[in-house]
């Protein structure tokens, strides 16, 4: 079983390596993890990505008397960003937290998978299932194009259950919202500013846009048992080019969190409808909505799925307590299983893992190393209930 230091200083490796997504990307993480492999006599299968290294893939047979065990684990994190007062790839570990972009999101979840394969292999572990690991690609970007390409190899059998080690805080993601990704586009006509009514302002026509989509989502009926209400976030504004000129053309971002019984195609008719109605309010001012990225519905495995029965179970008699179901305050993220049940129609598909959500994307983000001590206890736990092992 991997110590406790084992599984930091790995965390620390991974974390010191910068992959942000889109740059400057995974290679070397992937040459990090393939190396990593290779050290304890295993070479990994590659899933070629379209525009991205490959994912990396290892499998350890198993007697074929139960479903294949999948274990996602992501190498890409989102950009650094700014106000860190950690160094972002140093590793700092202190108080018991290692610091550092990824930390928990996710390369202490793949250091618990990477050191659980080596345990497994050492022990020489029976299986009566498979175990399939996969470390990809993109799982930060639009389109979460390394997920994607697994399934379209055929990497993970159709049955399977799979599961994404992202930071929960060590509780059960059951279910997982949809995310849609938008361009909104305003467009006005330039003029000099001390001549104002002569210009259309795009910027003020932006500003009602996303005043309306706000209160737009905030009236939705819907809230979730697990996830709570939707969210839209204006991720990014872009407008104008010089102070004294009527900005002719702004460009926005938003991010949609949607979550049952909302469809993608609810969520493209919120967004048009919205922004028709606000950008009607500027006269001559026009507006275009794009999609970004990869359609991505909310899923949810069913409470009596055989992997969330594995999981509570390993849960319990590891840490002695039942564990807790869903996220903090309803937060949920998008992730690799989630894409993978939506690809494939498989339900058996959820999210557990050390690190807290709250912390991810965020400056100083950390995970608890006691955190992925547990989980590589509960883990190796799931793979004896999962998939059966017989040292």
């Known amino acids: 079983m991997a110590t406790r230091s084992e599984l930091a200083e790995l965390a620390r490796q991974l974390v010191r390596i910068d992959s942000q997504n889109p740059v400057p990307g995974e290679a070397e993480c992937v040459r990090f993890v393939t190396q990593w492999l290779g050290s304890i006599g295993l070479t990994p299968s590659e899933t070629p990505v379209p525009g991205h290294p490959p994912n990396l893939v290892v499998r350890l047979p198993g007697r074929g008397e139960r479903p294949a065990l999948v274990l996602l684990g992501h190498m890409d994190t989102v950009p650094v960003g700014s106000g860190w007062r950690e160094d972002p790839f140093a590793g700092t570990l202190r108080d018991d937290r290692l610091y550092g972009r990824g930390a928990a999101d996710m390369k202490g979840g793949l250091a618990v998978l990477l050191l659980l394969v080596r345990d497994l292999l050492r022990e020489h572990v029976e299986l009566a299932g498979d175990l399939i690991v996969a470390a990809t690609v993109d799982e930060e970007g639009p389109d979460m194009a390394g997920a994607a390409a697994l399934v379209q190899s055929a990497a993970i059998p159709r ?9 929960t805080d060590l509780r059960l993601r059951i279910a997982q919202v949809g995310v849609m990704w938008y361009e909104v586009t305003t467009v006005g ?162 999210v557990f893992g050390p690190g807290d959500g709250d912390v991810a994307h965020t400056v100083d983000e950390y995970v608890n190393v006691e955190q992925l001590e547990v989980a590589s206890r509960v883990l190796r736990e799931l793979v004896g209930s999962a998939v059966g092992t017989a040292a």
């Not at 049955?159 to 930071?167: D, F, G, I, N, S």
């Not at 969190?257 to 922004?275: G, N």
């Open 159 to 167: 049955a399977a259950l799979v599961l994404a080690l992202e930071p």
């Open 189 to 350: 006509r330039m003029a000099h500013a001390g001549r104002a009514p002569l210009g259309v302002d795009a910027n003020h026509a932006m500003a009602l846009i996303v005043t309306e989509l706000k209160e737009s989502v905030a009236a939705l009926p819907y809230r979730h048992p697990i996830l709570g209400p939707p969210h839209l976030t204006a991720s990014r504004l872009e407008g104008g080019f010089k102070t004294n000129v009527v900005p002719e053309k702004c460009r926005a971002e938003f991010d949609f969190r949607i979550v049952p019984p909302m469809t993608p195609d609810d969520a493209d008719t919120l967004i048009r409808q919205a922004s028709d109605r606000a950008v009607r309010k500027i006269p001559g001012a026009q507006v275009a909505v794009r999609n970004l990225g990869r359609r991505r519905p909310p899923v949810q495995a069913p409470e009596d799925s055989p992997l969330v029965t594995a999981l509570k179970g390993a849960f319990l008699r590891v840490t002695g307590r039942a564990i807790e179901v869903g996220g903090r305050d309803g937060h949920e993220a998008y992730t690799d299983a989630s894409l993978v049940a939506v690809l494939t129609g498989n339900p058996h598909c959820t």
